[in-house]
């Protein structure tokens, strides 16, 4: 498929329009490369969010959760090796002054102008860095924390000690995660503020081949639990300087985006590395001690790393679909930001009244939405464009039968159904897919 940049165009549009995503900032002109998730945004991305922590959490009673800090001891960044690896190559055209990361460029070429004369590369630490405290020196300096995986890492003895656990065992986290990205882009692809989704998962060193291809598998799954179709997802093996320095394999989990393949996440076998970093250090012992076999050693650590924001873009861009006359974001029902919309057929006669009474008992399950104005057409067509998987209607006959119309959003279906059957109805077909 070849890159479609009118889709992505639309997609951000639509997002604009109808309260997914707005840019940062925008009455002072909007902050380059940041954005704001507006009210249907916030409630699919907190659904997301949801699904990725049952589904790494609640499905795996061996993995547990942590809500890290993002500013930590700068020598947490030193020992990861973020401080002296964490670069990127800066190169800027002579002539029009643009600059690039010079292992995004196709040839020896400026994109922009043409020209062939760049600056020598340089480079450039991705950290953003800060002062702690009212004095600013070089000994108060902390960072940002460029990926929420080093939290879990400083707290691993923590969990085993608190929890009770024993290896093999995972941390999953949620939280934000900054980059000073030298050419961020594609809208919420690559920003500078964004969210991360990692879970990494303590093994025997031993174990480390079947535990990455268990892994690859399961996050694979997972994307396709969303509906994003198989032909739009591949894997992508890391080869020679494409491995980061803490990794010993790699893989990306990549999506056919409008504007090509790119990566949604990363799974990595980051052996001991970062545990053996920190031993040294903190000067703490770090190693596990096996009560069964008697063994002392520090594990190996598979990690997933997801991007949330890219999550969100692979989803937008897999449900936004065009039809003769109507457009519609196809979003599995369990994660759509309005699961449900009402619309009473008139605003008389008692039919508000029954809206009212459903809106209640639904709204204690799913996300639910009145729409009482308009054309029946018309708010069908509303809600097909923010992907609302189902429409109940309340007519004069719902006075007579109890039974309300269902409407499915992609095959535009319509069943009649009691009113009293609606709640496990639609339960089972907004339960997260769990297993
Ligand atoms: N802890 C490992 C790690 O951070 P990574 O491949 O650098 O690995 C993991 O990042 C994921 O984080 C990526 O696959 C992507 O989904 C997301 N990500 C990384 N940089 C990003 C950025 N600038 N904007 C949005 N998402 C980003």
Redesign the pocket.
């Known amino acids: 498929m070849k890159p479609d940049g009118s889709k992505m165009e639309k997609i951000v549009s639509l997002c604009k329009r109808r309260g997914i995503v707005f840019p940062s900032s925008e009455i002072y002109g909007g902050l380059n490369s940041c954005y704001d998730y507006g009210p249907l945004g916030a409630e699919l991305k907190r659904k997301v969010k949801n699904f990725w922590w049952q589904s790494m959490t609640q499905v795996h009673s061996n993995i547990v959760g942590l809500d890290s800090s993002i500013l930590m001891h700068p020598k947490i960044w030193e020992a990861s090796g973020h401080i002296s690896n964490f670069t990127d190559p800066l190169v800027d055209c002579k002539k029009c002054k643009s600059r690039f990361r010079q292992d995004h460029l196709q040839s020896d070429t400026c994109p922009n102008c043409g020209a062939k004369d760049f600056t020598e590369a340089r480079n450039f630490n991705l950290m953003f860095k800060t002062f702690m405290g009212p004095v600013e020196n070089q000994g108060n300096e902390i960072f940002l924390r460029?990926?929420?995986?080093q939290g879990i890492y400083v707290n691993y003895q923590n969990v085993l000690q608190s929890y009770r656990q024993k290896v093999p065992f995972g941390i999953a986290q949620i939280g934000k995660?900054f980059?000073n990205?030298i050419t961020?882009g594609n809208f919420?692809?690559?920003?500078?503020e964004?969210e991360?989704m990692?879970m990494q998962y303590f093994i025997h060193p031993s174990q480390d081949d079947e535990s990455i291809t268990r892994w690859k598998e399961i996050r694979f799954a997972w994307y396709e639990k969303l509906g994003i179709s198989k032909e739009n997802l591949r894997l992508h093996k890391h080869e020679g300087n494409e491995l980061?320095h803490y990794a010993k394999e790699a893989y990306?989990i990549e999506y056919q985006f409008p504007f090509g393949w790119s990566?949604?996440?990363?799974i990595?076998n980051r052996t001991d590395f970062d545990l053996q970093r920190h031993q040294k250090y903190s000067g703490k012992n770090l190693q596990y001690f096996d009560e069964q076999s008697k063994e002392k050693y520090i594990p190996y650590i598979i990690?997933t790393?997801?991007?949330c924001?890219?999550s969100i873009l692979c989803i937008l861009s897999e449900a936004y679909t065009e039809e003769e006359d109507r457009v519609l974001m196809k979003f599995a029902p369990f994660i759509a930001p309005i699961q449900v919309a009402i619309m009473p057929l008139v605003k008389k006669d008692g039919l508000p009244d029954i809206a009212d009474d459903l809106s209640k008992t639904l709204r204690k399950r799913h996300s639910i939405f009145r729409d009482d104005s308009g054309s029946i057409g018309r708010r069908y067509r509303r809600q097909d464009e923010v992907g609302t998987p189902f429409c109940i209607t309340i007519d004069y006959e719902s006075k007579e039968d109890h039974c309300v119309t269902l409407r499915e959003r992609d095959s535009m279906e319509q069943i009649r159904i009691r009113i009293d059957d609606l709640e496990n109805h639609l339960q089972e077909k907004l339960e997260f897919p769990l297993d």
């Open positions: 460029p990926e929420t995986a995660a980059r990205e961020p919420i692809f690559r920003t500078r964004f991360q990692e980061a990306d990566e949604l996440e990363g990595h990690e790393s997801a991007g924001d890219r």
